[in-house]
């Protein structure tokens, strides 16, 4: 309120000289009327109070004018003092004027949205409505709220996943000298999505010793985040291309976090494996040998792509081809161990059932018009259940 007072006397000389008190004429008392408006939870107030980690919180309450002056745009403050008694100033732009008492306009929602990610633990909102006097206001002693809200932390490791070629391969592996190798990082925190390339680091490890890092600047590593949030398959995949043109053991190194800092492991996930960039194939043994109902065939692949072409022509001691196992077969093939999809189950290339004994096998592949020589492990003596290329079984029903 602003107080105007205007005077009239009939002379100061006169006053003083007969020490009579100052005579007033009259008073006029003029205002200005200013707004009132106050917090009103039983209006409107958000009612949620736990949220989970990346979790947006909308933090709302009602306020209402309650005089008969409109009040101007309105500012407001928000502040939240996390678990470590940190205060957080929220921006919060200015809302709409709000009219006078009895106007359908004269209640407003004030808040913000709260982007709860670095905000775990129990949290205290404070609300204030016309700070730090913005606006003339009668009363300011009801123009602020607190409310408590729990963010429950992420304290869950996140889990990485790593296949060469769709296969999850063991340590000493022959893998192919151009991999598709896939990672996968994955996080139950539905809120805080995977979308950032610095939560995962991929080292290579070559055969002359040497260690280099690979950085998500160029196709050879390629990163797509998980889709937004929330998102209950929270997912970031990595697809890492190399090209390992030389021969050798190599070591894969990768690590993993989410975005509240979890590691995927207490140690970085390590693997080695081997690359021959020559296509070979080695000794095709059957397993088990001898066999009563099937056996699959297991075998190792070289180079940079699986042949083109490739069967198994079963045949009696004599010679004979009893059954020819096509590549369509025998299922999908790597480069690297094969364990076939297919069990030969003794019988002829008719469905009929083959007498008890001895069978022979062979392996024919074809990769650009040419068969694949023989790969040989260091140490290996599968040679011995061969002659002259020719794999021996026993059917025993």
């Known amino acids: 309120m602003q107080l105007h007072i205007h005077m009239s006397s009939s002379g100061l000389g006169h006053w003083i000289k007969k020490y009579s008190p100052y005579q007033l004429r009259y008073?006029?008392?003029?205002?200005?009327?200013?707004?009132?408006?106050?917090?009103?939870?039983?209006?409107?107030?958000?009612?949620?109070?736990?949220?989970?980690?990346?979790?947006?919180?909308?933090?709302?309450?009602?306020?209402?004018?309650?005089?008969?002056?409109?009040?101007?745009?309105l500012k407001v403050k928000v502040i939240v003092t996390d678990r470590n008694n940190l205060p957080h100033i929220i921006p919060v732009a200015r809302?709409?004027?709000?009219?006078?008492?009895?106007?359908?306009?004269?209640?407003?929602?004030?808040?913000?949205?709260?982007?709860?990610?670095?905000?775990?633990?129990?949290?205290?909102?404070?609300?204030?409505?016309?700070?730090?006097?913005d606006q003339l206001e009668q009363y300011h002693f009801n123009n602020f709220a607190f409310r408590n809200v729990y963010v429950k932390p992420d304290s869950l490791n996140p889990l990485l996943d790593v296949t060469f070629d769709g296969v999850h391969i063991l340590n000493q592996d022959?893998?192919?000298?151009?991999?598709?190798?896939?990672?996968?990082?994955?996080d139950e925190a539905k809120w805080m999505i995977v979308d950032d390339t610095s939560l995962v680091t991929l080292h290579v490890k070559y055969p002359n010793g040497s260690l280099r890092r690979f950085y998500f600047n160029n196709d050879t590593l390629k990163f797509t985040p998980a889709g937004q949030a929330p998102n209950t398959d929270n997912t970031a995949t990595i697809n890492f291309e190399p090209y390992f043109v030389q021969d050798g053991q190599?070591?894969?190194?990768?690590?993993?976090?989410?975005?509240?800092?979890n590691e995927a492991g207490a140690i970085e996930y390590r693997v080695a494996f081997r690359v021959f960039n020559k296509p070979m194939i080695s000794n095709m043994l059957n397993y088990p040998n001898p066999f009563t109902t099937s056996t699959?065939?297991?075998?190792?692949?070289?180079?940079?792509?699986?042949?083109?072409?490739?069967?198994?022509?079963?045949m009696t001691i004599t010679g004979k081809i009893v059954r020819e196992i096509t590549k369509d077969e025998l299922g999908a093939l790597r480069i690297g161990r094969n364990i076939t999809e297919f069990k030969w189950n003794g019988t002829d290339q008719y469905g009929q059932k083959l007498a008890n004994g001895i069978y022979l096998y062979r392996v024919v592949t074809n990769l650009k018009g040419k068969a694949l020589d023989k790969f040989t492990e260091s140490g290996e003596k599968t040679d011995q259940y061969f002659n002259k290329g020719y794999g021996k079984m026993y059917l025993m029903r």
């Open 27 to 73: 008073w006029r008392v003029t205002y200005v009327p200013v707004p009132e408006g106050a917090i009103a939870p039983n209006l409107y107030m958000s009612t949620k109070d736990s949220v989970e980690v990346g979790e947006p919180f909308d933090y709302k309450v009602a306020f209402k004018n309650v005089s008969e002056v409109p009040f101007d745009s």
């Open 95 to 133: 809302k709409r004027p709000i009219p006078s008492f009895g106007n359908p306009n004269d209640t407003l929602q004030i808040g913000a949205k709260i982007n709860s990610s670095s905000l775990p633990g129990l949290n205290t909102m404070y609300i204030e409505a016309n700070p730090d006097n």
């Open 174 to 186: 022959i893998v192919s000298s151009k991999p598709d190798i896939l990672i996968k990082l994955k």
């Open 250 to 261: 190599y070591e894969l190194i990768v690590t993993g976090r989410d975005k509240s800092n």
């Open 296 to 314: 699959a065939f297991v075998f190792t692949i070289t180079g940079t792509e699986v042949p083109q072409n490739i069967k198994i022509e079963i």
